[in-house]
């Protein structure tokens, strides 16, 4: 017994933090364990603005979710690095815009799916469905019986990479995966995407980068320059590539924000 309770905790990945445990634990959830509460707390030592910055984060997911369904009629959404479940979650903002809105979510934590109920709360008109799946295993992740039961890919589809690419240090990795996705969904699909940067508090988010690291948790920031490389062959919706705090806010509040706080950009763009 001793023994399989050492395999579970192994496999859930407790002997090191995980982005999407922390950022659990920093939005005031309680699925994360000490190690993700340890690396939070560090991290917030050195960048105080940590909440403000995810807060802002999880709100441009909403944004872009209702602007995807509602300006742009898409009724297809496939969440690559979807989080343990926060409400609102993506199928519920985009189901109150589209009641027959289906959304695909996939993570490869497996405390997240531990947790997948919350997100098959779906509305009677639509679906959700979930998929354990590393984002660098495309072809897997596109071929999952649950992705091809939920989803049409020959209608468009957004997808949402929100604060999921930093995980992935390689620069020539994280473009090429993000590309083989683009590159599998048909003309009309969106993108929307939010990307770390470290352009605005350098020295702070340095330290950032260095509290994950010793956590084990991976973390690369991107200049402005790379962050649009992401969005390359796109049409970007206006303003383009922002701070994400800054695409089209829904209050003065996200204006008032100090630049310093948020270290990512956000944008969404359409497959021509």
């Known amino acids: 017994m001793a023994d399989e309770h050492r395999n579970a905790e192994a496999d859930l990945g407790t002997d090191r933090a995980h982005g999407a445990r922390i950022y659990d634990y920093i939005l005031g959830g309680k699925d994360n ?50 989080g343990i479940p926060t409400r609102p979650n993506l199928h519920e903002v985009v189901q109150e815009v589209a009641p027959d809105s289906r959304v695909v979510y996939t993570d490869n934590d497996p405390i ?52 999921i690419v930093h995980f992935i240090e390689d620069d020539d990795e994280a473009l090429a995966v993000s590309r083989r996705i683009v590159d599998a969904l048909p003309s009309g699909s969106y993108l929307a995407a939010t990307i770390g940067t470290d352009d605005f508090a350098p020295e702070a988010l340095a330290q950032v980068v260095d509290v994950y690291h010793q956590h084990g948790e991976t973390m690369r920031l991107r200049s402005k320059a790379q962050a649009a490389r992401f969005f390359d062959g796109l049409e970007l919706v206006e303003p383009g590539l922002v701070q994400m705090h800054r695409w089209r806010p829904d209050d003065d509040e996200h204006l008032s924000l100090d630049e310093a706080d948020i270290a990512m950009y956000g944008a969404i763009a359409r497959k021509p």
């Open 33 to 82: 364990y000490a190690v993700d509460r340890a690396a939070a707390e560090a991290t917030l030592e050195v960048w105080p603005a940590l909440r403000v910055h995810m807060r802002a984060n999880r709100t441009f997911m909403h944004r872009a979710g209702r602007h995807l369904a509602r300006e742009c009629g898409i009724r297809q959404f496939l969440d690559i690095g979807t």
């Open 112 to 163: 997240v799916l531990a947790h997948a109920r919350a997100l098959m709360s779906s509305a009677s008109a639509g679906r959700t469905a979930y998929v354990e799946s590393d984002m660098r295993q495309v072809e897997s992740l596109l071929a999952a019986p649950e992705l091809r039961e939920t989803l049409d890919l020959d209608r468009p589809i957004g997808l949402m990479l929100i604060g």
